[in-house]
């Protein structure tokens, strides 16, 4: 039952979800915040990730929502613009019957292909600093970087969706979900999925998710002469210890 337990580790992430969930569920209330506040959310499933599984979701949602809001404001607003121009062409193009009608199935294409970007740049602001364009630039291409997982991806967003509107009798439990916890899960598959990817391109942090720094305060990127040094001087015999020296030392302690 400790912290440290596989059960432990369990139960504080779920409540990490919980309490970010709840957290955007409140600031996603005036609508037009609902972009920051996924990005946020982001932020707090990957310092979760990043820090060994414990952080403050509270303050860690508040820092992102802060710190990314004007950027992430401007993307949800273009977003949602966009696709009620693309629901009226929808009608407009049902109404008129054939052959005009077929280009409504152009439509959904876009919206689909929009909504991809959308998933993909939420994470992106909420890990990197850039511009918009290069959040968008970023989204395209961790989007593709794996092309597996779009379907993924599209299945972790739009079927609960789906399915909470597809059965009026089951929509109480799926509220219930929803405000509680469905929103923090979805982010933090898809933030498990860009991870290993984000971490090439993210400074080094240590087991609190906190920064390591140079002797002269400058973050450490991977794959740097700095890198090699940090890991040297934690390692000063040389070389990685393999998992058989680590479970060794570990069964010392213990004695």
């Known amino acids: 039952m400790s912290n440290e337990s596989p059960f432990g580790r369990?139960?504080?992430?779920?409540?990490?979800i919980i309490c970010a969930n709840l957290m955007f569920i409140l600031f996603s209330l005036p609508v037009v915040t609902i972009g920051a506040s996924f990005t946020a959310l982001y932020r707090v499933m990957f310092k979760t990730m990043r820090s060994g599984g414990v952080t403050n979701p509270f303050k860690q949602f508040?820092?992102?929502f802060k710190s990314n809001f004007l950027q992430s404001t401007i993307v949800w607003v273009a977003?949602?613009?966009?696709?009620v121009l693309l629901y009226f062409d929808v009608r407009i193009c049902a109404n008129a019957g054939p052959p005009i009608s077929f280009f409504q199935y152009g439509a959904y294409a876009v919206a689909l292909i929009l909504t991809l970007v959308l998933i993909y740049t939420f994470p992106s602001i909420a890990a990197f600093e850039g511009k918009i364009k290069e959040h968008i630039r970023n989204a395209i291409y961790f989007s593709f970087h794996k092309p597996?997982?779009?379907?993924?991806?599209?299945?972790?967003?739009?079927?609960?969706?789906?399915?909470?509107?597809?059965?009026?009798?089951?929509?109480p439990l799926y509220a219930f979900c929803w405000f509680f916890f469905g929103f923090g899960a979805i982010v933090m598959l898809t933030?498990?999925?860009?991870?290993?990817?984000?971490?090439?391109?993210l400074p080094l942090v240590d087991d609190f998710g906190d920064f390591i720094l140079t002797e002269d305060g400058k973050m450490i990127m991977?794959?740097?002469?700095e890198e090699k040094a940090y890991f040297a001087s934690q390692n000063p015999s040389g070389g990685e210890k393999t998992e058989a020296e680590i479970l060794e030392e570990m069964k010392m302690l213990d004695m």
């Not at 369990?10 to 409540?15: I, Q, R």
């Not at 977003?79 to 696709?83: I, R, S």
């Not at 779009?150 to 079927?159: G, S, Y």
């Not at 991977?222 to 002469?225: C, E, I, K």
Request: no cysteine.
């Open 10 to 16: 369990l139960m504080t992430k779920v409540g990490i």
């Open 148 to 171: 597996w997982f779009i379907p993924v991806n599209l299945f972790f967003h739009i079927f609960p969706l789906y399915l909470t509107y597809s059965d009026p009798h089951l929509l």
């Open 222 to 225: 991977p794959g740097t002469p």
């Open 79 to 83: 977003y949602a613009a966009l696709m």
């Open 62 to 64: 508040w820092i992102g």
């Open 191 to 201: 933030a498990r999925l860009l991870i290993k990817d984000y971490n090439k391109y």
